[in-house]
């Protein structure tokens, strides 16, 4: 499957299991394939489409991959034409967590001196979801296919999660002898409670796209063939909506989590006197006296 703003496809895909280590095939850098075709990226009628694209390892990431996600979502936030961002992958995976292959990791860990890990899951894995949930546009996730560790983590960071028919969702670090990462032990408990995370944290099974639907992980579960049509669909919603209205709302919901009845009612008072200086508030009123649909601009 493959994504554009417009049409979509089939792509050729190889593995089967979300493993990013077991392909036969790699796609590593080569002058005929820059590493920057492993992402495409486009911004269509308000909607930024980033896709990931190195399908013979189900969209496993790099660390100059990663690295180009964040500054992806980063460039989005600060870009007003820009109102809304789709994240899928092409071929058979969503995405297969880190490429342990491009980053050496298991030869590596050992040699590494105490605190090197860490740092590095700081700079690396945590950034990368972090700048999902900072990202001041909403941010849809088309999963089409395998969605593994630190790929999970990504669907999970999303505002909104779309997901086809043939999409499982795997907790694939205790497979591997690891500790989740990527804020997965963050995301998971809030998503889904405590006992389903340790659940799907502590046994590493697959779990099916209707599955994850009814935990709560998934908004809707489409055909496969359905599922760029459905991503599309609501990004354009989301993109003719009042930008700032949703960007303060995003905030106030991942924020609310973390905080008690108190600053979460003052937070959400300060952003409604933030939001009703916006032309966006002023058209919503108007509309709604006038009785005719509002044309927000984003602004």
């Not at 804020?183 to 796209?209: C, Q, S, W």
């Amino acid at each position: 499957m493959n994504f554009s703003p417009r049409e979509s496809s089939p792509t050729e895909s190889g593995g089967h299991d979300g493993q990013a280590g077991t392909e036969e095939r790699d796609d590593a850098a080569t002058p005929s394939r820059p590493t920057d075709s492993w992402i495409l990226h486009a911004t269509d009628n308000g909607v930024a489409w980033i896709t990931l694209n190195r399908p013979r390892v189900l969209n496993a990431l790099a660390p100059d991959q990663r690295d180009s996600l964040i500054s992806l979502f980063s460039r989005a936030s600060a870009d007003h034409a820009v109102r809304a961002v789709v994240l899928t992958g092409t071929g058979k995976g969503f995405c297969a967590g880190a490429d342990l292959r491009t980053t050496h990791a298991a030869q590596a860990v050992a040699a590494r001196p105490p605190g090197e890990v860490a740092r590095l899951i700081k700079l690396g894995a945590q950034r990368l979801i972090s700048a999902v949930l900072d990202c001041e546009k909403p941010v849809i996730a088309a999963v089409n296919g395998v969605a593994a560790g630190l790929g999970a983590h990504l669907a999970w960071a999303c505002d909104l999660v779309l997901a086809a028919e043939s999409a499982r969702f795997t907790e694939v670090f205790v497979r591997r002898g690891l500790v989740p990462d990527g804020g997965g032990t963050y995301l998971l408990p809030r998503l889904v409670g405590p006992r389903r995370a340790k659940e799907l944290m502590f046994f590493g099974d697959a779990l099916g796209a209707a599955e994850a639907e009814r935990f709560g992980l998934v908004n809707r579960v489409v055909p496969d063939e359905e599922l760029p049509t459905a991503a599309r669909a609501w990004a354009q919603r989301l993109a003719n909506g009042p930008t700032q209205a949703l960007s303060l709302t995003k905030q106030l919901v991942n924020a609310s989590l973390d905080v008690g009845r108190a600053p979460a009612f003052a937070a959400e008072a300060a952003a409604q006197e933030i939001n009703a200086a916006t032309a966006d508030a002023a058209e919503g009123i108007a509309a709604f006296v006038e009785r005719r649909p509002p044309e927000f601009r984003g602004c």
